[in-house]
C-alpha cells in the first residue's frame, strides 16, 4: 500500500484527523451552572470590560485558524475549497502535535481578495492567530499585508515565512559546517513566487549581501520586465538594480549556495551541468514538494557538498513543519499582537543552534522535525523576540521559557 492509499484509509476509517474534546467537569446541574447560564455570565461581563481578557478567559487563546481559499494547494495548483480541507486540517493535526495548539480549519468559497479579508476581519475575536495557506499569489501577498495592518492578532502566511525560516534555519547550519560568513557568501534563490521571495527576503535581513544575491524564475535571473509584482519589483530593486539578464548557469556559477522553491523535478540536464561550477563546497537546498527539483542521487553524482529537500526520507528535511507550531505558540504564550521580523529572525536561529559542532555534518545541518527540542525552542525565541520588539500583551518571559 503506497502513502497515498494509506491517507484514503485512514481517513475513510477516522473521518476527521482533529476534534474537540471537554475540558471542564460536565456530571451534574451544578457543573452546567458553572460551565453555561448562569456562570458564565462572569466571564462575559470580564471580557465586556476588557475585551484582551477573552484570551485568557476562553479557548481563544490557544486556538489559531488555518484558513485557505484552495487557489494554491501544495503542487495540486487550484483545486478549490472543498478539496482543500484534508490539507487545512492536516496542518490542524500538527499543530496541535508539535505546539499543542488547537487549530480549526476553514476554507473559503470565494477568491475574490476583499472579500476574503473582509471575512477573515471578522473572525479576529474567535482566534488568538490567523495562518494564511495555500493562497495564490501575489494575491496572498495583499491579503497578509492588509489583514496585519487592520488586525490586532498575528496573521501569517506559512507559505511564505514559515518556508522562509526554515530555510534560513538551514542556510546558517551549512555556513557553520563550510565555515563561511553570511556576509561573504554568495547566495542564488530559485523561484520568485511566495515561498521564494519570502526566502529571499529574509535571507538579506539576516545578512546575505543585495550584491552576493541573484534570483531566478523559471526564464533566468530576475529583472524588471514591466511584469512584476511589488514583492518582486522591491527584490529587484535590491539584489539587482543594473536589470542584467542572465540564464541559471550565469547565476550559479561561483556560488556557494543555491536556495531552491520552484516546481517537481525542475532541474534537468543544463541546470544539473550548470550546478558542477559552484563553489567547491557548494550546498543545494531543492524544496520543491513533494518532489524536489533534483533527487539526492543527483546531487551525490554531481558532487554537491550539502544537499538537503522538504522530504522525511532524505538528509536534511527543510520544513516548515519545524517552525510554525512553535513560532505560535510562542506567539501565543505572550499574547503577540503580530508575527514580526526579530520574531521570524529568532525562530531560525534557535532552530540553527539545536545542531551543535559536534553534530555537523554534510548531511545534518538542520535539526529533524521530529526531534522534541524543537517546538520549545522556537517558542522561546519567538516569545522572546515579541516581547523585546513590543509586540506582546504580556512584559514578562512566562515560567516555561526560563530555562
Not at 78 to 84: F, L, N, Q, T, W
Amino acid at each position: 500500500m503506497d502513502i497515498r492509499e494509506e491517507a484514503m484509509k485512514l481517513r475513510e476509517e477516522k473521518h476527521q484527523m482533529i476534534k474537540t474534546e471537554l475540558n471542564a467537569e460536565m456530571e451534574n446541574c451544578d457543573d452546567l451552572a458553572v460551565v453555561y447560564t448562569p456562570g458564565v455570565a462572569a466571564p462575559c461581563l470580564a471580557i465586556k470590560e476588557d475585551e484582551d481578557r477573552s484570551l485568557e478567559l476562553t479557548w481563544r487563546g490557544n486556538v489559531v485558524a488555518v484558513i485557505s481559499d484552495g487557489t494554491r494547494v501544495l503542487g495540486l495548483g487550484d483545486i478549490g475549497p472543498a478539496a482543500a480541507m484534508p490539507v487545512m486540517e492536516g496542518k490542524s493535526a500538527l499543530y496541535k502535535k508539535f505546539g499543542n495548539i488547537d487549530a480549526i480549519p476553514i476554507v473559503l468559497d470565494t477568491k475574490d481578495k476583499d472579500e476574503i479579508v473582509r471575512t477573515i476581519r471578522l473572525l479576529e475575536k474567535s482566534f488568538a492567530g490567523i495562518n494564511l495557506e495555500d493562497f495564490s499569489s501575489p494575491k496572498c501577498y495583499d491579503i497578509e499585508d492588509e489583514l496585519k495592518a487592520i488586525m490586532d492578532i498575528p496573521v501569517f502566511h506559512d507559505d511564505q515565512h514559515g518556508t522562509a525560516i526554515a530555510a534560513l534555519a538551514a542556510v546558517i547550519g551549512a555556513l557553520r559546517l563550510i565555515k563561511k560568513d553570511i556576509g561573504e557568501a554568495k547566495v542564488v534563490v530559485s523561484g520568485a513566487g511566495a515561498a521564494g521571495t519570502a526566502i529571499a527576503r529574509l535571507l538579506l535581513e539576516d545578512g546575505v549581501k543585495p550584491e552576493n544575491m541573484t534570483i531566478l524564475n523559471s526564464k533566468g535571473i530576475l529583472y524588471d520586465d514591466g511584469r512584476l509584482n511589488r514583492i518582486q519589483k522591491g527584490l529587484v530593486e535590491a539584489v539587482n538594480p543594473q536589470n542584467r539578464q542572465g540564464t541559471f548557469a550565469d547565476a550559479v556559477k561561483g556560488a556557494d549556495i543555491l536556495v531552491a522553491s520552484s516546481s517537481p523535478a525542475a532541474f534537468k540536464e543544463k541546470e544539473k551541468e550548470a550546478i558542477k561550477t559552484m563553489a567547491e563546497k557548494n550546498v543545494v537546498f531543492a524544496m520543491a514538494n513533494p518532489i524536489p527539483e533534483m533527487m539526492l542521487e543527483d546531487a551525490q553524482k554531481l558532487g554537491v557538498y550539502v544537499f538537503g529537500t522538504g522530504r522525511s526520507d532524505m538528509p536534511n528535511q527543510v520544513n516548515n513543519s519545524s517552525v510554525f507550531p512553535g513560532l505560535f505558540r510562542g506567539a501565543l504564550d505572550v499574547r503577540a499582537r503580530q508575527i514580526n521580523e526579530p520574531m521570524k529572525l529568532a525562530a531560525a536561529h534557535a532552530l540553527a543552534d539545536l545542531v551543535s559542532e559536534e553534530e555537523l555534518k554534510p548531511e545534518y545541518v538542520v535539526v529533524n522535525v521530529f526531534d522534541e527540542r524543537v517546538p520549545h525552542a522556537v517558542a522561546k525565541a519567538s516569545a522572546k523576540a515579541a516581547i523585546e520588539s513590543g509586540v506582546a500583551r504580556v512584559t514578562e518571559l512566562p515560567e516555561q521559557y526560563k530555562d
